[in-house]
């Protein structure tokens, strides 16, 4: 064996990566798309070329999206059913003492944003809270169901402003199932808006159970269909 002193001399310079490690084959070397270019300019202009048609493409991708529009606005397009709590700006009335007209005419900054959840659970409250929130109908649909599935709140109101004036329905667990404007296990409200309109929806919210902001829009075809298949469970379920 070799002493130290009678090893050869290596200078670093003078080898690669793979000479580094005594016996090791070479390592190949993976060429890129962009390494195989040896004039610089061509380079450059394909890395400009990528960002580009990235940016071209971005619009596209957005719009693939579904439009939900600002959190205060919902947008109504050709799907079936939709959840409204997440748009709904809600405002607590402490004092009970509020009015339709004076929340539809409150400036945005009195009402809590919209929150990203599908619906809002406030618990136990001595308060009202009201909810409001523009309706955009970019369908073909004409009618629509606003429900709500809680069956113990109280009370609860809405006013849907529109061109044709302002519809004003209630419902509530005080009230007697026949006086209810739609027959639902929970409440529910029959909504017209015209394609291409936009109506301001209003909720006023007052019980002694817990309060949960959960609402939902579906077109007249499907919360009837949604209804029809319901009774058919009840119905095949045991006395």
Known sequence: MKRPSELPEVQIGDCG???????????????????RIKDPLPRTMLRWAFWAIL???????????????????????????????AFLDTLEDSKQNLDYETVRSLDASHFKPADSL?????????????????????????????????????????????RAGTTHLKSGDIYPFSEKTVPYYGHAFRLDLPPGETGQLVIRMHTTSA???????ETEDSFLASQEQDYLLLADMPA
């Open 55 to 85: 940016v071209l493409l971005l619009p596209a991708a957005i719009d693939a999206s579904p439009d939900t529009g600002s959190p205060s606005r919902m947008i109504i397009n050709e799907s079936p059913e939709f959840e409204v709590g």
């Open 211 to 217: 309060i949960w902001f959960s609402f939902g829009l």
């Open 17 to 35: 990566p793979a000479e580094w490690s005594v016996g090791a084959p070479p390592i190949p070397q993976k060429e890129s798309a962009f390494s």
């Open 118 to 162: 599908n619906s809002l659970n406030l618990g136990f409250q001595h308060s009202d809270y009201w909810g409001r929130v523009d309706l955009e109908n970019r369908s073909k649909k004409e009618h629509f169901f606003l429900s709500h599935p809680i069956s113990l709140t109280d009370h609860l109101e809405i006013w849907f402003k529109t």
